[in-house]
């Protein structure tokens, strides 16, 4: 099965900085990326598909990007609502596998 | 709107059974491959398995493979997931979760969960 390594597994952030994300796979999943947003005992919400298409309702905050193995998610000035957890999750390849998380938390 | 609830979890002991379901409303089901995913405590979530729209086709992960059956009844909007031979490891929150179309499984929907906890 294919792997996905999320890092940091935590990252502190000011409101209004800037987080970058990052998702591995052992092997390519060609663009079949998403990323989720979770928050305390919330469901999952999609962000982005495709690697980089922001799923409906995502605020422009929010960009994706890589393919491959070496994905990235960006939010480029973090709000309070944005303090969460975030996975990503290939659909290249069966079984369909998440990463561990990246915690994103007040600095 | 978009709705999908989940019932049938709670406590049961070490290798005894359990049937999820997954009512839905707001979209054609029949059109929708359907996925349960599960998340452990404090864990990431887990993809367990897919069926198609018309359910010909399923998918399981190896975890699960042999001992959890899906299945959808189209007429009732409505999914399952049979889970037999449970495992203390099988203790999570599952959750019935929307693919938007072919050859996109990824989950654009999903439902609130339904909690399983297997215990002696």
């Known amino acids: 099965e294919i792997v996905m390594t999320q890092s940091p597994a935590t990252l502190s952030v000011s409101p209004g900085e800037r987080a970058t994300l990052s998702c591995r796979a052992s092997?390519?999943?060609?663009?079949?990326l998403a990323w989720y947003q979770q928050k305390p005992g919330q469901t999952p919400r999609l962000l982005i598909y495709g690697a980089s298409t922001r799923a409906t309702g995502i605020p422009a905050r929010f960009s994706g990007g890589g393919s491959g193995t070496e994905f990235t998610l960006t939010i480029s000035s973090l709000q309070s609502e944005d303090f969460a957890v975030y996975y990503c999750q290939q659909y290249n390849t069966w079984p369909l596998t998440f990463g561990g998380g990246t915690k994103v938390d007040i600095k | 709107e978009v709705q999908l609830l989940e019932s049938g979890g709670g406590l049961v002991q070490p290798g005894e059974s359990l049937r999820l379901s997954c009512a839905v409303s707001g979209f054609t089901f029949g059109s929708h491959a359907m996925s349960w995913v599960r998340q452990a405590p404090g864990k990431g979530p887990e993809w367990v398995s897919v069926?198609?729209?018309?359910?010909?086709?399923?998918y399981y992960a190896d975890s699960v493979k042999g001992r959890f059956t899906i299945s959808r009844d189209n007429s009732k909007n409505t999914l399952y997931l049979q889970m037999n031979s449970l495992r203390a490891e099988d203790t999570a929150i599952y959750f019935c979760?929307?693919?938007?179309?072919?050859?996109?499984?990824?989950?654009?929907?999903w439902g609130q969960g339904t909690l399983v906890t297997v215990s002696s």
């Open positions: 092997q390519s999943v060609s663009s079949n």
């Open positions: 069926i198609s729209g018309t359910g010909s086709s399923t």
């Open positions: 979760a929307r693919v938007p179309g072919a050859r996109q499984d990824y989950f654009d929907y």
